[in-house]
T-cell receptor, first 113, second 113 residues
Framework: GEDVEQSLFLSVREGDSSVINCTYT??????LYWYKQEPGAGLQLLTY?????DMKQDQRLTVLLNKKDKHLSLRIADTQTGDSAIYFC?????????????FGRGTSLIVHP | DVKVTQSSRYLVKRTGEKVFLECVQD?????MFWYRQDPGLGLRLIYF???????EKGDIPEGYSVSREKKERFSLILESASTNQTSMYLC????????????FGPGTRLTVT
């Protein structure tokens, strides 16, 4: 079945760039997503990328997709303490039904001064 | 702005009690979902619904049931709560067309003693 893998923790210094990585197995994924979960809250969609795109940029966020290697990354420029959260990678594909995403286990981003 | 609300932020129940978790969305979304989130396990899908009165089992439906009598409301029912159902419960909704992004409620932290 499909699987989405991401590392559990990432620690960065305030002002540096953060790069959160994700790999997935379903080659027929149509959309890939990044969600953010702040402490005690639900998930919030940050951005998504369509599978025929290589890159998407939105202010401080850059998403890179390497479809050949099934690798997705999220770069946060000029990381701030308010970016401390859990970041979930997710993908949609026909395997799970187009509208049922498969989530990774989340990467906890810790930003220290 | 899409709003997904959940009836309680925190809930404490006793073993054997019947528990109702309510979720309401205000954007006329066809799809609604119930997840539970546990440390180290990420999000696991309990049930989802793609239309009124329709429901489908997710990955971990045992011990749970759901009800969707109106499009905007999706209820999760624990018929006889057990301590291993202590968890964070997240409700989400989405449209039935791409990009299928999910909108989450704030979550209900349920403790069963």
């Amino acid at each position: 079945g499909e699987d989405v893998e991401q590392s559990l923790f990432l620690s960065v210094r305030e002002g540096d760039s953060s790069v959160i990585n994700c790999t997935y197995t379903d080659s027929s994924s149509t959309y890939l997503y990044w969600y953010k979960q702040e402490p005690g809250a639900g998930l919030q969609l940050l951005t998504y990328i369509f599978s025929n795109m290589d890159m998407k940029q939105d202010q401080r966020l850059t998403v890179l997709l390497n479809k050949k290697d099934k690798h997705l990354s999220l770069r946060i420029a000029d990381t701030q303490t308010g970016d401390s959260a859990i970041y979930f990678c997710a993908e949609n594909g026909p395997t799970g039904g187009s509208y049922i995403p498969t989530f990774g286990r989340g990467t906890s981003l810790i930003v220290h001064p | 702005d899409v709003k997904v609300t959940q009836s309680s932020r925190y809930l404490v129940k006793r073993t054997g009690e019947k528990v109702f978790l309510e979720c309401v969305q205000d954007m006329d979304h066809e799809n609604m979902f119930w997840y539970r989130q546990d440390p180290g396990l990420g999000l696991r899908l309990i049930y989802f619904s793609y239309d009124v009165k329709m429901k489908e089992k997710g990955d971990i439906p045992e011990g749970y049931s759901v009800s969707r009598e109106k499009k905007e409301r999706f209820s999760l029912i624990l018929e006889s709560a057990s301590t291993n159902q202590t968890s964070m419960y997240l409700c989400a909704s989405s449209l039935r067309q791409g990009p299928y992004e999910q909108y989450f409620g704030p979550g209900t932290r349920l403790t069963v003693t």
